[in-house]
């Protein structure tokens, strides 16, 4: 059974600073791995979306990586701003049709 | 293109009553999916809809149900509310579901009372 862990669970930074979310999974055997932005009280917005055959993907100032060997995925954002404040989840998606979620990083970029 | 909508945005209802979620997708996309979110248990699968056809169902008990109609948009329906039933439900909608970018609606905010 798939688990998706997310480290930290929380991270505050000044702005400016570029920053690293992590994402780990249990089973290898995924589709994709697919990065989300939530504000409070919000949907989702997608991020970024990796295959399982990429290694990376990128958009703006932000990077995602993936490692299916190690189980590991990383988001990087590059000189953060106070708007980038949010929930970031990142999700598994394999052949069962479902996304499993990590549970959060809840990130503050302070002025 | 529009993106995914989901109607109502809020509710509230009393335990014992029944609910109906309805979710409009990307014009185009096929599959849908259900999640419930809950500050306890995060984000929780709960069916997905393919063509009218459901393939997966999360681990739910039986008072929820979905379905699709042939034009991808869905309803999910739960019956007799719980109290811990209260949850922001999202949908979401892509080209097949599998392997495909998912795209998430607002969500709708449901309170038992």
């Known amino acids: 059974k798939q688990e998706v862990t997310q480290i930290p669970a929380a991270l505050s930074v000044p702005e400016g600073e570029n920053l690293v979310l992590n994402c780990s999974f249990t089973?290898?055997?995924?589709?994709?791995l697919q990065w989300f932005r939530q504000d409070p009280g919000k949907g989702l917005t997608s991020l970024l979306l990796?295959?399982?055959?990429?290694r990376e993907q990128t958009s703006g100032r932000l990077n995602a990586s993936l490692d299916k060997s190690s189980g590991r995925s990383t988001l990087y954002i590059a000189a953060s701003q106070p708007g980038d404040s949010a929930t970031y989840l990142c999700a598994s998606g394999d052949s069962s049709y479902k996304l499993i979620f990590g549970s959060g990083t809840r990130l503050l970029v302070r002025p | 293109k529009a993106g995914v909508t989901q109607t109502p945005r809020y509710l509230i209802k009393t335990r014992g009553q029944q609910v109906t979620l309805s979710c409009s997708p990307i014009?185009?996309?096929?599959?849908v999916s259900w999640y419930q979110q809950t500050p306890g248990q995060g984000l929780q699968f709960l069916f997905e809809y393919f063509s009218e056809t459901q393939r997966n169902k999360g681990n739910f008990p039986g008072r929820f149900s979905g379905r699709q109609f042939s034009n991808s948009r869905s309803e999910m329906n739960v019956s007799t509310l719980e109290l811990g039933d209260s949850a922001l439900y999202l949908c979401?909608?892509?080209?097949?579901?599998?392997?495909?970018?998912?795209?998430f609606g607002p969500g709708t905010r449901l309170t038992v009372t």
């Open positions: 089973d290898s055997a995924i589709y994709n």
């Open positions: 014009s185009g996309h096929r599959s």
């Open positions: 990796i295959q399982s055959s990429q």
């Open positions: 979401a909608s892509s080209l097949t579901g599998q392997g495909f970018e998912q795209y």
